[in-house]
């Protein structure tokens, strides 16, 4: 991998929208702790089909009210055009300036295809960009380990080369813990022609089962000396945690030195183990 040094390192935080008045006082909670570190901007999820669409507006225009750049995600699976093009518009109004843009995950037992106007994250990065222009930054989703949906490598690289073309300015990756997929991918990028920053997606260990579950359904692999030492921790999750600290500590040291532009974590809603990764890595709070 060549180092990827032309951009500044970037740190960002993603969230998700709390479906409770308790669950939007931690979010705010953890924002608070984590804005201290002055993230390039804060991105919230979206569920597929919209299901989440007023409660991922409201956390957006929440972050924006704190002054926070915030990116919110969204995802075309399901919706129409004109359901994209009003919830931009919605967004715009805002003031918000960057998006992340996503297919979304499919209901269990649909085939491809045939389940709204846009069947692939490229075609939402071509409506943003016909409809918007230069308006947002479009950020999209890359696989070091691949898509488990993709065929096979090549082609994924090749979805992947089709939402740079569609106009994509940058790329957040889904969580790895083996950091040569990513160098390869990197390469892979470079071969294609495709000077995109692609940040790490970055997953905090704090707990052995939801990591398997999450981990086998979007086919990230969790490494076996990995997983054996955390299955040994049984139900000590402070020894989780710690020992999750220094392997993701460890990773993001690695792939900042060897030219990764920066990162992005995956802090389902938490603060402490971004926060103390973050430490780790010598990024002291600014305010
Ligand atoms: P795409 O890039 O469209 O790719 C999906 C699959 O289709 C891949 O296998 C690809 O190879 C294949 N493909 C693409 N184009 C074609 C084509 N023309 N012909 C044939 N095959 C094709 N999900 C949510 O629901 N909400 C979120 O907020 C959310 N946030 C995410 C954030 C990040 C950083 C990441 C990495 C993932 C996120 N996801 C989210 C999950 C994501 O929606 C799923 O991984 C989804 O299955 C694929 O989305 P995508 O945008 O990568 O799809």
Redesign the pocket.
């Known amino acids: 991998m060549k180092s990827q040094e032309p951009f500044t390192k970037t740190f960002s935080f993603?969230l998700f929208p709390p479906k409770t008045g308790a669950g939007m006082e931690k979010l705010q909670h953890n924002v608070r702790e984590l804005s201290r570190l002055d993230p390039l901007y804060f991105s919230v999820?979206?569920?597929?089909g919209g299901s989440t669409r007023e409660r991922t507006f409201d956390s957006v225009q929440w972050l924006a009210s704190e002054g926070l750049d915030t990116a919110p995600?969204l995802?075309c699976i399901g919706s129409t055009r004109s359901e994209i093009v009003e919830i931009l518009d919605q967004y715009k109004a805002q003031g918000v300036r960057r998006v992340?843009?996503?297919?979304?995950?499919?209901p269990s037992g649909a085939g491809?295809g045939g389940l709204g106007e846009l069947n692939?994250?490229?075609e939402l990065v071509g409506l943003i960009r016909e409809e918007f222009a230069d308006h947002f930054h479009i950020e999209?989703?890359?696989?070091p380990e691949f898509?488990?949906?993709?065929p096979n490598a090549n082609?994924?690289l090749k979805?992947?080369m089709?939402?740079v073309e569609a106009g994509a300015d940058g790329a957040?990756?889904?969580y790895f813990y083996n950091p040569d997929a990513y160098y390869r991918f990197i390469d892979s990028c470079e071969g294609m022609g495709l000077a995109i920053p692609v940040v790490p997606?970055i997953m905090p260990i704090t707990n052995y089962s939801s990591l398997m579950r999450f981990s086998d359904a979007?086919g990230a692999e969790i490494p076996r000396w990995i997983r054996k030492r955390l299955e040994a921790y049984g139900d000590d999750i402070e020894s989780i945690r710690a020992f999750g600290i220094e392997v993701v500590s460890g990773m993001c040291e690695q792939l900042l030195a060897q030219g990764a532009p920066g990162l992005?974590f995956y802090t389902m809603n938490q603060s402490v183990p971004t926060l103390r990764i973050c430490a780790n890595l010598g990024l002291s709070p600014a305010r």
Request: aromatic share 10%.
């Open positions: 993603e999820t979206f569920g597929a995600h995802s992340v843009a996503l297919r979304g995950d499919l491809l692939y994250a490229n999209v989703a890359a696989y898509h488990p949906q993709a082609a994924d979805n992947f089709r939402k957040i990756t889904q997606g979007c992005h």
